[in-house]
């Protein structure tokens, strides 16, 4: 089983900065795609950013150039920086871990599956 744990969310003014923190407890965190996604009051759940397992990073069209996402693996942990925050980031922001399929290791099998934290919230305040 995995269990994540959000935190640094908060109130922040607009042109503002922060920091999100998510903490992975479980096996083998480097091989699961680390994400976070978001949920604004009357719309769908989306996806902000995420980074694979071999690094590669991508953002929505709408955060680029503010928002970094980065990994720690040593630390099971990923954060989201996000700057020039704008009221339109407001949501409930939350950490996903997806491992598509089984993951063999002699033995030992990790199965696949997709988790979640239980979110943090972000207002920015206008």
């Known amino acids: 089983q995995v269990q994540l744990v959000e935190s640094g969310g908060g109130l922040v003014q607009p042109g503002g900065s922060l920091k999100l923190g998510c903490v992975f407890s479980?096996?083998?965190?480097?091989?699961?795609?680390m994400a976070w996604y978001r949920q604004a009051p009357g719309k769908q759940r989306e996806p902000v950013a995420e980074?694979?397992?071999?690094?590669?990073?991508n953002y929505t069209d709408s955060v680029k150039g503010r928002f970094t996402i980065s990994r720690d693996n040593a630390k099971n942990t990923v954060s989201l920086q996000m700057n020039s925050l704008k009221p339109e980031d407001t949501a409930v922001y939350y950490c996903?871990?997806?491992?598509?399929?089984?993951?063999?290791?002699?033995?030992?099998?990790?199965?696949?599956?997709?988790?979640w934290g239980q979110g943090t919230q972000v207002t920015v305040f206008s």
């Open positions: 996903n871990a997806d491992l598509p399929g089984d993951y063999d290791i002699g033995d030992r099998e990790i199965p696949g599956g997709s988790y």
């Open positions: 479980g096996m083998i965190f480097p091989i699961y795609t």
């Open positions: 980074v694979t397992p071999v690094g590669r990073t």
